[in-house]
């Protein structure tokens, strides 16, 4: 069964960087589509990034681009996020997602981390 955990949330100020990381259990890992949501109290989730099984190819929700970067180390079964910039605007929970396919759709994605919480100060 695949369970994630996501890793390097915190405090920054804005203008700071942050490199989250999600390590994921099961065989299969290089099998599988990765993806970063975020999601703020009363909000929907959205959609931050997503790379297919490869790293090949990637997708960023217009908001983060030029200033996120989404990759994956399948020797290590993880999927990490550089955030660069950071703004008040990016304070939210990150979750990572696994799933078959690296879009925008969370209904793509099958399995859910439990979050990490990123705060970014004015």
């Known amino acids: 069964q695949v369970q994630l955990v996501e890793s390097g949330g915190g405090l920054v100020q804005a203008g700071g960087s942050l490199r989250l990381s999600c390590a994921a259990s099961?065989?299969?890992?290089?099998?599988?589509?990765m993806g970063w949501f975020r999601q703020t109290p009363g909000k929907e989730r959205e959609h931050v990034a997503g790379?297919?099984?490869?790293?090949?190819?990637?997708s960023y929700a217009e908001f983060v681009k030029g200033r996120f970067t989404i990759s994956r180390d399948n020797a290590k079964n993880t999927v990490y996020l550089q955030m660069n910039s950071l703004e008040p605007e990016d304070t939210a929970v990150y979750y990572c997602?696994?799933?078959?396919?690296?879009?925008?759709?969370?209904?793509?994605?099958?399995?859910w981390g439990q979050g990490t919480q990123v705060t970014v100060s004015s």
């Open positions: 997602t696994q799933g078959l396919m690296y879009g925008s759709s969370g209904s793509a994605y099958n399995y």
């Open positions: 099961g065989r299969t890992f290089r099998l599988y589509a």
């Open positions: 790379i297919s099984w490869d790293g090949g190819r990637t």
